[in-house]
Every structure is written in structure tokens, then in C-alpha cells.
């Protein structure tokens, strides 16, 4: 089989450059290793063996030169020497194909406009709705638009070259990233509407009322090898990369687990504890001390029931006797401390429903009663409402990270890193942040209260504020 070297320009070989030269030399060998393969049975080489082959000592290293998986670059030229009889790339005609600005501009158009889709209203049968939908990929976009379809089949480019021209011509297009959330019934949004209507009330008659609010809700921090931890961390920017971070000794097995109850407060009382009223750590919790039933302050728990789990857990999650016994140590510390009984903000649907704060029990204590209007029971799905925790969790957990990486990298216990993460939810939470979430809660409120686009500017911030009609505030009002 002979082969017949063919230059890509007019030049004849013998005026080529060095690296033209050497080109021609690899793709020749690649050619002569895919030949050597050749099946007369099947009519076909075999890429994988000519590989092999093209990187031998046989072809004086030429297989240095290529950068791409040395049996596609094989494939693809014994194709084109099958075909056209050289070595040479196809021919390719013409110039590239240039879009003009004024058709690129009207794609980005397109592309930024989105499209319109009709979608049903929950709780009202035979209701609906126009709602904005955005193009997530290019793909889609042509799919849905035909003009946009015109002009990519005008110029013949693949989607990634028109994008590629419309972002250049027009820097107003952009991509960013949208967060999932929950979407609100109709009822749902109706109901926050008119919890934030109350509570707005209820503060104009007792201002001191938001002082007196304790948040609670549970959380875990879970360190497995599965899952990415970050941590970020300051470094100069010429210097090696760091490694990456590995929190859990390989001498663990199991996941380590801290399943923890906390309670903030803005009240003054508190401000030297940073407003945390009670941190506890609750039923799951891996490789806890204590087999007995008892809390942080020596006290026991119940009789009946082993909440407290080690290595053979007993109980998954938070029981509402469990819950139960916890707000009542909370109105408890609150009362003592304060001289008041706590308006009670509780993100749990479940338990604040069966909850009865007009008789909170616990095992070998009184009962305490208090008004019933002292559970706030707020809205499902509104961790927005319930900022002055849901903050401090988002806040809490990059510390308990930050703490792991900077003691070796590695928690090797449970008893470990229960420490780390009571440390930082209690000791290592910022002064005045719960105070801070607290005083931003009356915008919070007049902006899901308020008609959707309704505009307003608010007298003490000076901001101008947009109602979301019950649906979540602008991001970074939360």
C-alpha cells in the first residue's frame, strides 16, 4: 500500500517548515500502524492494537507529538488517507462564516426574552396563571423558538458558536444561577399573608414583643468521606495549590453525626451569651457519653423512653416527648432570667402542631402554662419568617468546617466534634447577629404582606422595598 504525502498549501515538501515536516511524519506513521491492523476478514483495523503499535520504538517517538487519545488520531487519519488517498486534513472552503452583529443581536434578544408558559393555580380549580420562564441552555432555546432556529440554520454554525458571537456582540447577556425553593398554593400564600398582618399588629400594640421571641428548630452536621466539606482559605496566589481537605480519619467507619437543638433570642439578657437561650444535643447523635437519660444540666429526661443513642441507635430523629421536655427548659431559663414567658417561633410543622404550650411538660418538673398566642405557629414552608435561627445555622456550620481543617483535617470521634459544633453555636456565634436578624423582621413582614409590586420606601432604612403578595421577599431580605 502506498502512501502519497500531500501538503496542505501549494508549497512543495522540499520548501515545508521543520514543524510541517514533522506533522507529516506522525500522521504517516499512524497511517502505516492502522494498516498493520487490517482485518481482510472484516475490512477493518483494529485502533486499539495500531496504538500500541504507534507508540513503540519503532516510530522514534513521534507519538510525543500528539495531544489527543492516540487511537482517535489513528482512526480519524487512516479514514481520510481511505478516502482521499493522503494525509492531509480535509479541505476546508472559504473563510469562517461571521455573523453579523445585527443577526447576533437579535438572537441574544431572543435568547434574553424567554418564553411564556401557563400554569394552573393550586386550590382553585380551572385557574391560571402566565408565568416568565428563562432559556436554561441554548439547546432548549432553539427548540422553542423557531426565529432563533432561522438564524442559526442561516450561517450553519453549531449552537456554541452563535452563543459564542451573541455574548460578544452584546454584553448584556449574562447567565446566572437560580436557587430552588419551595412554590406557595394559593391557601399557602393567603396563610403567610395573613400570619405577617397579624404579627404586624401585635408588635404596633407591644413593641417590646419582638424582645421576647425565642427562635427554635433543630439541625444536624453530619462529617462523611462522601460528601464535600469546603473550607475557604486564604493563600498567596503564586503558591502551589493546597490539598484538599479530608475531615474524618480512616480509622472511621460510620458517618459521625450531631443531631442538636438550639434556641436564640434578641433580648437584652442575653446578649452577653450571644442570644443563644439553650443548646442541646438530641436523639441520633453519634457516639454520645451518656446511656442515661439526661440532659446537659444533669437532669433526667423521662423514664419510659432511651432517647440519648450511641452505637446502637435507638431513636432516628427528635420525638415530641423530646421536643416537649426541651421548650420547656427554654421557657423556663427565659422566665427566670427575664422575669417573661417566651413567644415561641418553632420551624417545625409537625411539632409545633401538637405542642401545647399552655401545658409544656417534662419528667420530675411542674407543668408550665402559658397563653396559647405564645406559640407563633408560623406559616409552613417559611424558614424566611424564621430567620433568627435559620441564620444561625447557615452561619454556624462553615464555622464548625473552618475549626475541623484548622486542627489537622481530621475529627476522629463523635465526642470530638460534638465539642467543635457546641463551641460554635454557642460561644462562636457572632455578637448582635441574632439582634441584627431580629430588628430586619418588620420589613420582612410589611414586604410578604404587601400586594405583589406594590412599591414603597421604607421611612428608617430609606429603602425602597417591592411586596411580594406572600411569596418569598427579594433575596436578601431573608
Avoid at 28 to 42: M, R
Avoid at 58 to 87: L, P
Avoid at 106 to 127: Q, R, Y
Avoid at 156 to 162: A, D, E, F, M, T
Amino acid at each position: 500500500m502506498a502512501l502519497t504525502r500531500v501538503a496542505s498549501t501549494s508549497k512543495s515538501a522540499e520548501t515545508q517548515g521543520s514543524s510541517q515536516r514533522k506533522d507529516a511524519e506522525t500522521r504517516e506513521w499512524a497511517v502505516v500502524c492502522a494498516a498493520s491492523t487490517f482485518d481482510f476478514g472484516t475490512g477493518e483495523i483494529d485502533p486499539h492494537k495500531a496504538a500500541i503499535l504507534f507508540r513503540s520504538r519503532h516510530g522514534g517517538g513521534v507519538h510525543k507529538r500528539v495531544k489527543e487519545r492516540h487511537s482517535v488520531f489513528i482512526e480519524r487519519h487512516y479514514k481520510n488517507f481511505r478516502e482521499f488517498g493522503c494525509i492531509a486534513d480535509a479541505h476546508r472552503s472559504g473563510r469562517p462564516v461571521i455573523i453579523s452583529e445585527e443577526d447576533a443581536l437579535a438572537a441574544s434578544k431572543i435568547l434574553k426574552a424567554g418564553h411564556w408558559v401557563t400554569e394552573k393555580i393550586k386550590g382553585l380549580p380551572g385557574a391560571t396563571y402566565e408565568e416568565l420562564i428563562y432559556f436554561s441552555t441554548m439547546d432548549e432555546a432553539l427548540l422553542k423558538s423557531p426565529q432563533l432556529q432561522a438564524i442559526q440554520q442561516k450561517y450553519g454554525v453549531s449552537p456554541s458558536k452563535l452563543l459564542k458571537r451573541m455574548h460578544a456582540v452584546d454584553p448584556d447577556l449574562i447567565r446566572i444561577t437560580l436557587r430552588s425553593h419551595h412554590k406557595f398554593s394559593y391557601a399557602e400564600l393567603q396563610d403567610r399573608i395573613r400570619w405577617c398582618l397579624t404579627m404586624l399588629a401585635r408588635v404596633a400594640a407591644d413593641p417590646s414583643m419582638m424582645y421576647h421571641i425565642v427562635f427554635c428548630d433543630e439541625s444536624t452536621f453530619v462529617l462523611h468521606g462522601l460528601s464535600k466539606h469546603s473550607v475557604q482559605v486564604y493563600c498567596s496566589a503564586g503558591a502551589a495549590r493546597p490539598s484538599d481537605v479530608c475531615f474524618i480519619s480512616d480509622k472511621t467507619i460510620k458517618p459521625i453525626k450531631v443531631h442538636f437543638f438550639l434556641a436564640v433570642t434578641a433580648h437584652g439578657q442575653y446578649e452577653d451569651a450571644n442570644g443563644v437561650v439553650l443548646y442541646e444535643e438530641c436523639s441520633g447523635t453519634t457516639d454520645i457519653d451518656r446511656r442515661a437519660n439526661k440532659l446537659q444540666d444533669g437532669s433526667e429526661m423521662t423514664g419510659k423512653q432511651e432517647y440519648w443513642t450511641k452505637e446502637n441507635e435507638l431513636a432516628k430523629s427528635t420525638t415530641e416527648e423530646e421536643m416537649e421536655a426541651l421548650l420547656h427548659i427554654v421557657c423556663t431559663k427565659f422566665q427566670k432570667k427575664t422575669g417573661h414567658w417566651p413567644y415561641l417561633s418553632i420551624d417545625n410543622a409537625s411539632i409545633q402542631a401538637h405542642i401545647d404550650v399552655t401545658c409544656l411538660k417534662r419528667e420530675g418538673q411542674p407543668n408550665i402554662s402559658m397563653p396559647a398566642h405564645h406559640n407563633l405557629k408560623i406559616p409552613n414552608y417559611s424558614p424566611d419568617i424564621n430567620r433568627g435561627i435559620e441564620h444561625q445555622f447557615g452561619g454556624g456550620k462553615p464555622r464548625v468546617r473552618n475549626e475541623c481543617y484548622s486542627l489537622n483535617h481530621q475529627v476522629i470521634t463523635g465526642a470530638e466534634l460534638r465539642k467543635i459544633v457546641r463551641r460554635q453555636f454557642t460561644t462562636g456565634v457572632p455578637k448582635y447577629s441574632v439582634a441584627k436578624d431580629v430588628a430586619g423582621l418588620t420589613l420582612l413582614w410589611q414586604i410578604i404582606s404587601s400586594p405583589a409590586g406594590q412599591q414603597w420606601t421604607d421611612q428608617e432604612s430609606g429603602r425602597v422595598c417591592l411586596g411580594s403578595g406572600g411569596n418569598w421577599g427579594p433575596r436578601g431580605s431573608m
